[in-house]
């Protein structure tokens, strides 16, 4: 861990603004390796807190991204000093548009029009973008080859990949090693907000901490379980974890 990163029940979350992720990554897909990045809540945390599985398949993760207000105010009090998270679904957007040609996209996630939109949404704002290939993320296994060939071959400098955790996390695991250069960044939920396809949660709520409550009102039979189970254990790994000092400690922290 360096001076630009704090840890939270042992996973190290980036301190950066929009701004100076944005100029980071548009530095660094200039470089003949792929960097990977992903877009952590306190889902994801508290997964790598307790699954040694999910642990590994965010092993070749480069950065974790501070995606929820909890962990900003987790990161404030180590004196990380921030006034917002970079949200999924905003980093997308400001970053895609913000970076036109010469620099390249590629979206892999979401349904055939989620995908679509997608592209259309971004192009109507900004025609000199250069998305150079998508493809949807219901895919079967035996095409995996086909869309990485795909990659491999348009050489993109950003790819976006929409497929939901754990799905997006074991494709990054998978392919990093079999991809030439680019960065690839797990939004998830940032395909169907930008593309208008789900609602994102007002900004009132987005400062309060909120967006998860938003999110369950809108599909409560799928989150509200993975909500009241993983909410539970990021807090009681806070206590617990903290009660020994050990909250704020990377690596492993459950021994």
């Known amino acids: 861990m360096d001076a630009s990163s704090f840890c939270v029940l042992g996973t190290p979350l980036q301190r950066c603004t929009y701004a100076s992720l944005i100029a980071d990554l ?7 390796k792929p ?8 889902h994801i945390v508290t997964l790598r807190r307790h699954d040694a599985e999910f642990r590994e398949l965010t092993s070749r993760v480069d950065y974790f991204i501070p995606d929820g207000m909890p962990l900003i ?3 404030n009090r180590q004196g990380a000093k921030l006034n917002d998270r970079v949200y999924g679904p905003t980093f997308m957007r400001e970053c895609v548009l913000g970076s036109p040609a010469p620099f390249t996209h590629y979206f ?3 349904s055939q029009e989620c995908v679509s939109r997608l592209k259309d949404s971004f192009l ?3 025609p000199t973008l250069q998305i150079i290939g998508a493809h949807k993320g219901y895919f079967q296994p035996e095409e995996e080859p086909e869309i990485l060939e795909e990659i491999n071959r348009l050489s993109p400098d950003f790819i976006w990949v929409g497929l ?6 074991a494709w990054i695991q998978k392919y990093k090693g079999r991809i030439p250069r680019g960065i690839l960044l797990a939004v998830g939920f940032a395909f169907d907000v930008n593309a208008g396809t789900k609602p994102d949660a007002p900004l009132w709520m987005q400062r309060w901490g909120l967006t998860w409550a938003h ?11 993975r909500y009241l189970r993983h909410n539970f254990w990021f807090l009681f790994y806070l206590f617990w974890d903290g009660i020994r000092g050990r909250a704020w400690k990377c690596g492993d922290t459950r021994h």
């Open 108 to 110: 892999l996630g979401g």
């Open 26 to 32: 548009q530095a660094r897909s200039r470089e003949a």
């Open 124 to 126: 109507s704002k900004n």
């Open 35 to 42: 960097f990977a990045i992903d877009f952590t809540n306190t």
């Open 164 to 169: 939901g955790t754990p799905r997006q996390q």
């Open 215 to 225: 999110r369950l009102a809108s599909e409560p039979l799928r989150l509200g379980p």
């Open 73 to 75: 105010w987790c990161l």
